[in-house]
């Protein structure tokens, strides 16, 4: 029930396998670091979860509710999407004001105007934007806009956070304020958290388990600690002392 699994599943483009994955389980409550070299497959990983991507084959069991991936239907995939927040790298905002963007994922989950108005200035007031809320979204800073995609998903409480890179344009006061809510929700909301980031020592700060992904499978699973002072595979002490792999 209070795991989130992937087992048996495998992703292949033209011929290539990008990802292949034979079990995997996180906890609830937990930040995660996914860490690892470019074209590794941890975007496609988060896509998997996210069912952005259908794999050829694999489960998933999302604390509690069981799916098979390549046979899953639309409604059901949503109701589990739904649980799911998602923030990439580059935010893209809709054509309205910062509040309309912030509050339309309860628009679609059709709460009521009351409701909707007290967690939108909740939200807000979490990413420190409160008074940018009448502000039209496209005239946003990119450190701004990114603050706000993060608050369009906490404001329906996700379950589920899954980040792809998202403070790898951001500055170090905006990294900062984006890091602080994270883990301001991670341990107040027990919002599981899987987070991609190239940058080690964000994921050394943050994250409670580390893993690394090389050529498509998870090749190092650890508590944190553990990951960056005693990594056991070569890849990853390559990786994490700097030095060039591939
Ligand atoms: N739809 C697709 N068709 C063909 N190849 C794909 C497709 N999607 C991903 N790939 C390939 O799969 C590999 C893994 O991609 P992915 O984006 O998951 O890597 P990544 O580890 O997130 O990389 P980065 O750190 O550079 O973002 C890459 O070589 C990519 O080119």
């Known amino acids: 029930m209070n795991r989130l699994e992937l087992q048996n599943i495998a992703v292949r483009h033209d011929g290539r396998t990008i990802l292949d994955v034979d079990h995997i389980s996180f906890e609830r409550g937990k930040m ?45 995939g949503l109701s589990i999407q739904r649980q799911m927040g998602y923030v990439a790298q580059k935010p893209s905002m809709f054509h309205a004001s910062v509040f309309d963007n912030v509050a339309l994922g309860l628009r679609y989950r059709k709460l009521d105007q009351s409701q909707i108005h007290a967690l939108v200035h909740e939200a807000l007031q979490y990413v420190e934007l409160s008074h940018l809320a009448n502000q039209r979204a496209n005239t946003l800073s990119g450190g701004e806009a990114q603050r706000i995609a993060l608050a369009r998903t906490l404001v329906y409480e996700p379950a589920l956070l899954l980040l792809d890179e998202p403070t790898a344009s951001l500055d170090p006061a905006n990294i900062k304020i984006f890091e602080r809510v994270i883990q301001m929700i991670n341990q107040k909301k027990k919002t599981t958290i899987l987070m991609i980031t190239h940058n080690l020592p964000q994921a050394r700060r943050l994250a409670h388990v580390c893993l690394f992904l090389f050529h498509g499978r998870i090749v190092e699973y650890s508590e944190t600690e553990t990951f960056f002072t005693r990594p056991a595979c070569h890849e990853l002490q390559d990786f994490v002392s700097g030095r060039m792999i591939c």
Not at 38 to 58: C, D, M, Q, Y
């Open 32 to 76: 995660y670091g996914i860490v690892g070299p470019s074209g590794a497959g941890k975007s496609t990983l988060l896509r998997v979860i996210n069912l952005l991507e259908k794999p050829e084959r694999g489960s998933l069991g999302f604390f509690g509710t069981q799916v098979e991936l390549a046979s899953l239907t639309h409604a059901k």
